[in-house]
């Protein structure tokens, strides 16, 4: 088995819209209004309790907020580029929807104006650029790494355990629930990482200050890129400034010589943003269909009821073909 856990979970414009077409056939009849469709068996949501502090340290806290289907974890070469989901969700009947069916169905239980910040989220989205956590003790950094990631639009952030039960400082305000909307993988080592990081595309440029580093604004960072912090004390592991293929550096102008990491983090992934920005004229770059499929994924994720609503729609479709 894989040591790679990965959980999945985080933003179009007004022009990119929730199109409600689902076919009369499929409505509930002599109804007077529109209705969200529930089934006594649904499949569990993470409540608010269910943080970032469960999801690092137990296998089920990963699992259970996957919903749309994943690619193979290793890229695949006649892809252009990593894009991680499927156009298919797989109900528990072992019915299978599309990104547009989810769409469909969930549409009606969400309000404009939050299917309007999905809308946008989703259109600043890219996988271009990565953020990996090598080894973080402190639980507040990691929280507030995954938080910076969702405000500037990095939905892969990937996590390197900093031991073998990977145990975290608890600090369970600090994301504001950002993990929700992010695609998280959870790694048991620096090697496992970087090899599938590699294999995706990416070129790994670890944080490091030494006579070899290049400094942050010197990068092209349109180029897929993963950015490697490490532990608060230590700093990034020597097996990762070895397999790594460039250091970089935020250059210091006061007395002190470093960031705190997850200062750090947000810098260089704010930077990237901006320089993305500066070359391309953006920094989301998913194509029409991605945009569609993880607009799909974020109404998963929105509430409680999201999963019964789609699996009920599927037993209709089903019965529909029969």
Known sequence: MSSCKTMLCSSLSSTFKFKPSLSSSLRRH???SRCCYTTPQTTAIPQPNDTIHNILNSNEGVTTLM???RKPLHHQPTQPRWFPYLDSFRCENGCEVTSSEVIEAVGPCISETRKERFGKAVLNRSYNV?????GLCDFGNVSAAFRSADALGVQSVHVVSSD???RYKDNRHVSMGAE???DIELWDSTKECFEMLKSRGYRIATTH???DAVSIYDMDWSCPTAIVVGNENRGISDEALAMSDLHCSIPMKGMVDSFNVSV???ILMHHAVCD??????RHGDLTVEERQILLAEFSLRHSNSAISVVEDYAKRKASLLT
């Open 30 to 32: 002599k109804s007077t």
């Open 164 to 166: 073998a039960n990977k």
């Open 67 to 69: 919903k749309m289907q």
């Open 276 to 281: 993305r920005i500066s070359r391309t004229g």
């Open 130 to 134: 990565c953020l990996v956590v090598e």
């Open 264 to 266: 750090a983090a947000g």
């Open 209 to 211: 200050v030494g006579i």
């Open 180 to 182: 929700k909307w992010l």
